[in-house]
């Protein structure tokens, strides 16, 4: 793995850009503007989360900051809160009336929830979860499109103390199964069906299809979204609008422990299923409210639009805690952004005045590729700052994010966090940090960010290393769920229990600036999101053709990485286009459309070494046309020029 990251940094050599300052008007009217709040985090990192910690609403305070026994950290130690309180019942005195949740579907209507309507809603949900069965401790599945109802879903879980489990929509049911079976789940939230470019996607079947193979479900609630038809199985399915009607409309939240689970968030592992990622209360409440304030200055006229989905990661951190917990107003969008016309973003921006645009380089890609015209059709004055999140961001499409959507006017925080850490980590604040593109720049204050070697050792400036993180923060990974020896194994077996791997590697410029280089583990980061290739190879493996396949992560000029697929076929097997077809729609069937592959090479024979062990690295370079090194080391070195003729055959890159 060291030599990989070698290896890679030399092809990474980035041109060293000049520093952008942030504009002066706004560093003056930023919410943090003093570099000194870098200082006081190092002096005394305890000293300042307890500090920011007095940001959120408690019913009891902590009586520790910091419980450390590596890997094990437990933060505000004693305290107790409520993420639903926090994220709305707090705002009710001052900010009743401001809306909360701003709603456009993809046909263009509008829903709105002020903080009042959405705590109605929450609390009415909240006690028909109860009716329900749900209690305390429940792990609740929430299958959910881009609509207000998943928000809700979310904040009436926390407000009962029943820790969510939120499943992207687009994952195929044979996801959603194996999720459900996981956490054990006996109650699952859905919708009859959601728009995507035009059409409309049955998701009520899909859910009955995941549910299914899951052992443990007991009730369903449906969401009457679309009003389309579908089945409804007495006793399990009841609607979401009939089960309200008969709740009350006022709920207490539960007093939670600060280090009670608040949701779990599956997330693709190197090998075998994936893995539940378990993150508690106090700690991430501090951590997600904090971030969002200082990285997106959030205010209170602000327009906030996080393009994310609620099923991931920075929906949950970014969409729901983070700027709800500030009282902000999130945009919400259902559907695709070339729907009806490449200019649907730009469009919603300059109708709804949208201040704060927080998206993924995948998405910035893909309108650079579209071209400048389609937001040069549209006023976009109302931008203030932008954001991108999920992979990094390499300098062109920054440059072009930065002169066609912000004018020049808009910091841009290229953010650098992941699931496991549930906040931003590395990222500028816009009112201090003068950007480079492509950079991510430095630790958010109180987080010590390092470049390791494989021994542990830091490494100078120029060279590439793994992205360590040494010192807990707030809110970070507690465990994977039902899998301690997985949770240690992944990320503090490295270097010690006290060394987070992030699995990243990254190098420091001469500014000390950070620039992330890529996985060092087996997973292939698609459009921001993470699939691993034991789950990618595993649904290429079954189909009954097939006797071993490998998969690469390919440069895509849009999604930033697709799926590349090397498949052995069994004896007399046909090698032709129906086949790929049928392994191509397996992939889709078994993890969701989004991992469909870029391209299939039928080969007789992978790069192995002796022991029959696949060169992962050599496969990489191959499939990207890159020069595979040393080749000495493999079994059958032959094998390596027969698979650059037939990637090169496929013109995929």
């Given at each position: 793995?060291?030599?990989?990251?070698?290896?890679?940094?030399?092809?990474?050599?980035?041109?060293?850009?000049?520093?952008?300052?942030?504009?002066?008007?706004?560093?003056?009217?930023?919410?943090?503007?003093?570099?000194?709040v870098?200082?006081?985090?190092?002096?005394?990192?305890?000293?300042?989360?307890?500090?920011?910690?007095?940001?959120?609403d408690?019913?009891?305070?902590?009586?520790?900051?910091?419980?450390?026994?590596?890997?094990?950290?437990?933060?505000?130690?004693?305290?107790?809160?409520?993420?639903?309180?926090?994220?709305?019942d707090?705002?009710?005195?001052?900010?009743?009336?401001?809306?909360?949740i701003?709603?456009?579907?993809?046909?263009?209507?509008?829903?709105?929830?002020?903080?009042?309507?959405?705590?109605?809603?929450?609390?009415?949900?909240?006690?028909?979860l109860?009716?329900?069965?749900?209690?305390?401790?429940?792990?609740?599945?929430?299958?959910?499109?881009?609509?207000?109802?998943?928000?809700?879903?979310?904040?009436?879980?926390?407000?009962?103390?029943?820790?969510?489990?939120?499943?992207?929509a687009?994952?195929?049911?044979?996801?959603?199964?194996?999720?459900?079976?996981?956490?054990?789940?006996?109650?699952?939230?859905?919708?009859?069906?959601?728009?995507?470019?035009?059409?409309i996607?049955?998701?009520?079947?899909?859910?009955?299809?995941?549910?299914?193979?899951?052992?443990?479900?007991?009730?369903?609630?449906?969401?009457?979204?679309?009003?389309?038809?579908?089945?409804?199985?007495?006793?399990?399915?009841?609607?979401?609008?009939?089960?309200?009607?008969?709740?009350?409309?006022?709920?207490?939240?539960?007093?939670?422990?600060?280090?009670?689970?608040?949701f779990?968030?599956?997330?693709?592992?190197?090998?075998?299923?994936?893995?539940?990622?378990?993150?508690?209360?106090?700690?991430?409440?501090?951590?997600t409210?904090?971030?969002?304030?200082?990285?997106?200055?959030?205010?209170?006229?602000?327009?906030?639009?996080?393009?994310?989905?609620?099923?991931?990661?920075?929906?949950?951190?970014?969409?729901?805690?983070?700027?709800?917990?500030?009282?902000?107003?999130?945009?919400?969008?259902?559907?695709?952004?070339?729907?009806?016309?490449?200019d649907?973003?730009?469009?919603?921006?300059?109708?709804?005045?949208i201040?704060?645009?927080?998206?993924?380089?995948?998405?910035?890609?893909?309108?650079?590729?579209?071209?400048?015209?389609?937001?040069?059709?549209?006023?976009?004055?109302?931008?203030?700052?932008?954001?991108?999140?999920?992979?990094?961001?390499?300098?062109?499409?920054?440059?072009?994010?930065?002169?066609?959507?912000?004018?020049?006017?808009?910091?841009?925080?290229?953010?650098?966090?992941?699931?496991?850490?549930?906040?931003?980590?590395?990222?500028?604040?816009?009112?201090?940090?003068?950007?480079?593109?492509?950079?991510?720049?430095?630790?958010?204050?109180?987080?010590?960010?390092?470049?390791?070697?494989?021994?542990?050792?830091?490494?100078?400036?120029?060279?590439?290393?793994?992205?360590?993180?040494?010192?807990?923060?707030?809110?970070?990974?507690?465990?994977?769920?039902?899998?301690e020896?997985?949770?240690?194994?992944?990320?503090?077996?490295?270097?010690?229990?006290?060394?987070?791997?992030?699995?990243?590697?990254?190098?420091?410029?001469?500014?000390?600036?950070?620039?992330?280089?890529?996985?060092?583990?087996?997973?292939?980061?698609?459009?921001?999101h993470?699939?691993?290739?034991?789950?990618?190879?595993?649904?290429?493996?079954?189909?009954?053709?097939?006797?071993?396949?490998?998969?690469?992560?390919?440069?895509?000029?849009?999604?930033?990485?697709?799926?590349?697929?090397?498949?052995?076929?069994?004896?007399?097997?046909?090698?032709?286009?129906?086949?790929?077809?049928e392994?191509?729609?397996?992939?889709?069937?078994?993890?969701?459309?989004?991992?469909?592959?870029?391209?299939?090479?039928?080969?007789?024979?992978?790069?192995?070494?002796?022991?029959?062990?696949?060169?992962?690295?050599?496969?990489?370079?191959?499939?990207?046309?890159?020069?595979?090194?040393?080749?000495?080391?493999?079994?059958?070195?032959?094998?390596?020029?027969?698979?650059?003729?037939?990637?090169?055959?496929?013109?995929?890159?």
């Amino acid at each position: 793995m060291g030599a990989w990251i070698m290896e890679e940094t030399i092809e990474s050599k980035l041109e060293e850009y000049e520093l952008i300052n942030p504009p002066e008007d706004f560093v003056k009217q930023a919410n943090i503007n003093d570099p000194e709040v870098y200082k006081r985090a190092e002096d005394n990192p305890e000293k300042f989360w307890e500090e920011l910690a007095e940001h959120i609403d408690w019913f009891e305070k902590w009586k520790r900051v910091l419980g450390w026994e590596p890997p094990h950290a437990k933060w505000f130690v004693g305290g107790k809160l409520n993420a639903s309180y926090n994220c709305i019942d707090r705002h009710i005195n001052k900010r009743g009336e401001k809306t909360a949740i701003l709603w456009e579907g993809e046909k263009g209507d509008i829903r709105k929830y002020t903080y009042n309507e959405l705590l109605e809603a929450t609390s009415r949900f909240a006690n028909a979860l109860k009716n329900q069965g749900v209690e305390k401790g429940d792990i609740v599945t929430i299958y959910m499109p881009m609509i207000p109802e998943a928000v809700i879903a979310m904040l009436a879980c926390a407000r009962i103390g029943a820790p969510h489990s939120v499943v992207f929509a687009g994952f195929s049911a044979d996801a959603l199964a194996d999720r459900i079976n996981n956490a054990e789940s006996k109650y699952v939230i859905t919708t009859d069906g959601y728009y995507r470019r035009g059409k409309i996607l049955e998701h009520k079947n899909k859910t009955d299809e995941g549910i299914s193979k899951a052992e443990t479900v007991e009730k369903v609630i449906v969401v009457n979204h679309l009003d389309n038809e579908i089945e409804i199985k007495p006793g399990r399915d009841v609607w979401w609008h009939e089960i309200i009607e008969s709740a009350d409309s006022t709920c207490e939240p539960e007093k939670m422990d600060s280090e009670d689970m608040l949701f779990l968030m599956y997330t693709s592992g190197t090998t075998g299923s994936p893995k539940g990622i378990v993150h508690t209360t106090g700690g991430y409440m501090v951590g997600t409210h904090v971030t969002a304030n200082w990285v997106f200055d959030l205010k209170e006229d602000d327009i906030y639009w996080c393009s994310a989905d609620v099923g991931w990661i920075t929906g949950h951190s970014y969409i729901v805690y983070g700027p709800l917990s500030n009282g902000s107003t999130i945009f919400m969008y259902e559907g695709a952004p070339d729907y009806p016309d490449k200019d649907r973003f730009w469009e919603m921006i300059e109708k709804h005045k949208i201040t704060i645009f927080y998206t993924a380089p995948t998405a910035v890609r893909a309108f650079m590729k579209w071209g400048s015209e389609w937001p040069e059709k549209h006023d976009l004055s109302s931008l203030r700052l932008l954001g991108t999140v999920g992979e990094p961001i390499n300098p062109d499409p920054w440059w072009w994010y930065y002169k066609n959507i912000g004018y020049e006017k808009c910091p841009i925080v290229d953010t650098w966090w992941q699931t496991e850490t549930g906040m931003i980590l590395i990222t500028p604040l816009p009112g201090i940090t003068p950007m480079k593109p492509g950079s991510p720049t430095n630790p958010f204050p109180g987080i010590k960010a390092s470049v390791l070697d494989d021994e542990g050792n830091k490494i100078e400036p120029g060279h590439g290393g793994y992205l360590a993180i040494e010192r807990p923060w707030p809110s970070m990974i507690r465990t994977v769920y039902g899998d301690e020896e997985r949770f240690i194994n992944t990320y503090w077996s490295k270097w010690g229990p006290d060394k987070y791997m992030t699995e990243d590697a990254a190098r420091l410029d001469n500014d000390n600036y950070f620039w992330i280089l890529g996985r060092v583990d087996d997973v292939i980061n698609v459009a921001g999101h993470r699939l691993g290739t034991m789950e990618l190879e595993s649904a290429l493996e079954s189909h009954p053709d097939v006797v071993e396949a490998a998969v690469e992560g390919i440069k895509d000029e849009i999604k930033g990485e697709a799926v590349f697929g090397y498949v052995i076929l069994s004896s007399g097997s046909k090698e032709d286009e129906k086949l790929k077809q049928e392994l191509r729609d397996k992939i889709v069937k078994d993890i969701g459309p989004i991992a469909k592959p870029k391209g299939i090479v039928f080969t007789d024979d992978l790069p192995k070494t002796r022991s029959g062990k696949i060169m992962r690295r050599i496969l990489k370079a191959i499939t990207n046309n890159k020069d595979e090194g040393d080749t000495s080391t493999l079994q059958n070195p032959e094998i390596v020029d027969e698979l650059k003729r037939k990637v090169k055959e496929l013109d995929v890159n």
